[in-house]
T-cell receptor, first 113, second 109 residues
Framework: DGGITQSPKYLFRKEGQNVTLSCEQN?????MYWYRQDPGQGLRLIYY???????QKGDIAEGYSVSREKKESFPLTVTSAQKNPTAFYLC????????????FGQGTRLTVV | GESVGLHLPTLSVQEGDNSIINCAYSNSASDYFIWYKQESGKGPQFIID?????DKRQGQRVTVLLNKTVKHLSLQIAATQPGDSAVYFC????????FGAGTILRVKS
């Protein structure tokens, strides 16, 4: 089945450690996005990529990094520079341009312990 | 725009009533708009979309209205059901997809 998959569903990190969240899609979408969601709040854009080997910062990119080496994959690394990383992270993909909706993964809940 | 530091507003409706959820968007150049529904602990799901050359679009039990003059979107849900309880977000798209603040819909039985 076509879709977008995030893993793991739950992730625990010690302070000072980098962690990488996986996002894979088999929808042949060019554009991919990472959002952060805090409890009771909306979605804030971290990074997005409209094409392989290219990506742009969103509204809250500090403390995060991404890569887009393959069309299917857009991993997000939460670095030790992110001071408050505990949150729900959502990945999405869509066709590049055009008027089609973005499809979301089921999210990764990251907790700093 | 941003929802940093804000908690989501709540709309409570009686089962069977109609619901209207509002959203203000930020970019007058946005040309495509989407409504999403998010249930607890899950990713957002597509409900309905509308292009900027339209002012109204209807789906099954849902209608989206777009007012470009005041940069306002609304989602109308007819005969609201308990399964409609969720958080609803609007999103605008230009070169990236940006979400509005969201509204919690609670349906009372």
């Amino acid at each position: 089945d076509g879709g977008i998959t995030q893993s793991p569903k739950y992730l625990f990190r010690k302070e000072g450690q980098n962690v990488t969240l996986s996002c894979e899609q088999n929808l042949n979408h060019d554009a991919m996005y990472w959002y952060r969601q805090d409890p009771g709040q909306g979605l804030r854009l971290i990074y997005y990529s409209q094409i392989v080997n290219d990506f742009q910062k969103g509204d809250i990119a500090e403390g995060y990094s991404v890569s887009r080496e393959k069309k299917e994959s857009f991993p997000l690394t939460v670095t030790s520079a992110q001071k408050n990383p505990t949150a729900f992270y959502l990945c999405a993909s869509s066709t590049q341009g055009g008027d089609t909706e973005a499809f979301f993964g089921q999210g990764t809940r990251l907790t700093v312990v | 725009g941003e929802s940093v530091g804000l908690h989501l507003p709540t709309l409570s409706v009686q089962e069977g009533d109609n619901s209207i959820i509002n959203c203000a968007y930020s970019n007058s150049a946005s040309d495509y708009f989407i409504w999403y529904k998010q249930e607890s602990g899950k990713g957002p799901q597509f409900i309905i979309d509308i292009r900027s050359n339209m002012d109204k679009r209807q789906g099954q039990r849902v209608t989206v209205l777009l007012n470009k003059t005041v940069k306002h979107l609304s989602l109308q849900i007819a005969a609201t059901q308990p399964g409609d309880s969720a958080v609803y977000f609007c999103a605008e798209r230009r070169d990236k997809l940006v979400f509005g603040a969201g509204t919690i819909l609670r349906v009372k039985s």
